[in-house]
């Protein structure tokens, strides 16, 4: 549906929504034609869970569920996020949810329940629209859709003739239930990784683990579905290319922001509200926005300080739009302008992280942790060139003490499920990130002294040709000083 058709007939929508979510319904504007979220279509969700039941024994059952509320204090929630996994396999975006998967010989080669609350009008009344059943097997694909109720007895009576269950079981402790959906709502949030007091509340585990029977044939889901996310199809890499221009538009928009006198509160807050205007639902993570020697601080978020004439700005900040995140840092001056040290630094440092984006491909045959050893002899080399000693205990443990690169998706940090002693493979996207600080040593050169920077990318790995997802955020330094002083036409909102 063209955008000017969505305007001509936006007024035929209904308003509140009937659904849980955003659907080509409801929200055409956001979801097209043959999607279930938007840029993903419901074929993609499918071929996800065709391929993980795939890979399992004849007799398996999958079990995984939604992300839970979360509180800032009573009664205040904050936004919610769905569960990675179970997002990554369904699409459905609500809480007080579940997934079943039957491994069995039917021609789709398993059955799908999707368990969720359903319609409920005095909930909906303070919360919004709840998807019906009936929407949630003709919208998601699941073969039968049940209330959350029965989430307990069945998980129980498909666990008994199941051969082997893969689900995720962290620890808890134990309490008795008053009713079945309190029951199913505690499994659940035991089940997500729920926080200390909601465990300590409901401690549902001796029902999950009778249950599903004994340890013997139990297994975790995690690294199965961590394997399948960690190379992305082609709708995740559009989706990450979009995630990354805007957040990338952000960086540049907040370069020609800065200038003394601000606070890096400022800067914190144009970046989000930038990311917010391009799309992004939510920033990926708390944004490091430190100025001056605040950059020797690897995760500095305070971001309370004013920006002085004369420092540098680490901006490590990303947005997150249509559940992919995005991870972009750059270093620009507060004036506009590097001063001869500084832009020695930067140099020595944006050398070494474009030679390693160059050795994203399958063809160079890097590890995740090949690809970071690979980084600190080339900064070395950099480094030592503009007479910076580094000693290989000094190099890692002051100058340069985080790792080069981690993969990156639907989560910032991708699950730890590939090694990184793995070989890469096409279609992985990881962070090429190398950073030098260098503290008021006397065993460095003084005019370096107080300086932080980073500059990271997201790359897209490719058999013999990486591609920088992330590569609208200017980073070279007439580019950095041209955004600083508005010469690329980037102004502050």
Known sequence: ????????????LTKPSSFGQPTLRSHPHLVKQGQLTPGIPTSEYERRRRQLVEGLPRGSLVVSVAGQIKYMSAGIFYKFRQSSDFWYLTGFEEPDSALILEKNGSPRGFRMILYSTGKDASKEKWDGASTNFEDVVGLFGADEARPLENFVDDLRAFSARAERVYADVPHAHHRHHQNRRNLAKGLLRYLAHSTRSARSADHPETYYLDSIGSSSKRSPLAPLVGALRSVKSRFEVDLMKMSADISAKAHAKTMRLAQPGLSEADLHAHFEYICARGGAQRPAYVPVVASGENALIIHYTRNDHLLRDGELVLLDAGGEYNGYASDISRTFPVNGTFTPPQRELYAALLATQKAMLKECTVAHGHTLESLHRRSVDLLRGQLEHIGVPCPSPVLERVLYPHCLTHPIGIDLHEPGTVERSAPLKEGMVITIEPGVYVPADPQFPKHFH????????????GTEHPIVLSANAPKEIEDVEGAC????????F
């Not at 549906?1 to 035929?12: A, D, P, Q, W």
């Not at 107080?450 to 790995?461: A, C, K, Q, T």
């Open 1 to 12: 549906m063209s955008r000017s058709l969505i305007l001509r007939h936006h007024h035929l």
């Open 450 to 461: 107080g300086l932080g920077m980073r500059i990271e990318d997201e790359v897209l790995v």
């Open 485 to 492: 002083q508005g010469a690329l036409g980037f102004d502050a």
